[in-house]
Each structure stands twice: as structure tokens, then as C-alpha cells.
Nanobody
Framework: QVQLVESGGGLVQPGGSLRLSCAASGSISTIDTMRWYRQAPGKQRSLVAAITSGGSTNYADSVKGRFTISRDNAKKTVSLQMNSLKPEDTAVYYC????????????WGQGTQVTVSS
């Protein structure tokens, strides 16, 4: 059974930084694209950033230049470094990944709350 477990959320003041991490565990053969999504109250879940197994990245326009996604394939982890945080970044952040076990599947973490407020 595959699990994705996020950590690193919390409360931060505007302009501050946070680093989210997500670790995959279980009977994993290969991890393809890993992603971070977020969902603010009353809004749909949206893609924040993605990174392929080869390291290619893409970002939502709203976070370009402020957030950086990275991964460690050996440790089966993905991270999101968030700088210059704004109140509108407040949301639950979810880790997502395409993982091959005995079959290919899409997996989600449980989410971690990020609150940007003074």
C-alpha cells in the first residue's frame, strides 16, 4: 500500500517562508510526476507546482518566482519551498504523485494547512 505523508505546514506572517515536504512509502517501483496542489476555503483544488522524474518543473502563474519544487528520487520525497508568502497563499496543500507499484496509480497525501496571516 502506498502512502504520501506531508509535513511542514503552519502559520507564517506575510513575506515569510515555509518549506513543505512529502514522503512516499510502500511497495513502489517508480514515481513519475510529483505535484503540489492547494485548496482554499470555498475554492476548487488547483495545481501549484509539478516536477517530473527527470526534474522538469512547471508552476502556477500565481507562485512563479516565489515557490520552488524539488525532489529526491532516492528518498522518494518532494518538497515545496515557499518564499514571500501572501495571505492569498493560505490553503490546505496536498502532495500528489503518479506511482507505479504493480499498476500505475495516482496518489494523494492527507494535506497540510498553510496559513499566512499577521
Amino acid at each position: 500500500q502506498v502512502q504520501l505523508v506531508e509535513s511542514g505546514g503552519g502559520l507564517v506572517q506575510p513575506g515569510g517562508s515555509l518549506r513543505l515536504s512529502c514522503a512516499a512509502s510502500g511497495s513502489i517501483s517508480t514515481i513519475d510526476t510529483m505535484r503540489w496542489y492547494r485548496q482554499a476555503p470555498g475554492k476548487q483544488r488547483s495545481l501549484v507546482a509539478a516536477i517530473t522524474s527527470g526534474g522538469s518543473t512547471n508552476y502556477a502563474d500565481s507562485v512563479k518566482g516565489r515557490f520552488t519544487i524539488s525532489r529526491d528520487n532516492a528518498k522518494k520525497t518532494v518538497s515545496l519551498q515557499m518564499n514571500s508568502l501572501k495571505p492569498e497563499d493560505t490553503a490546505v496543500y496536498y502532495c500528489n504523485a503518479d506511482i507505479i507499484t504493480w499498476r500505475r496509480g495516482e496518489y494523494w497525501g492527507q494535506g497540510t494547512q498553510v496559513t499566512v496571516s499577521s
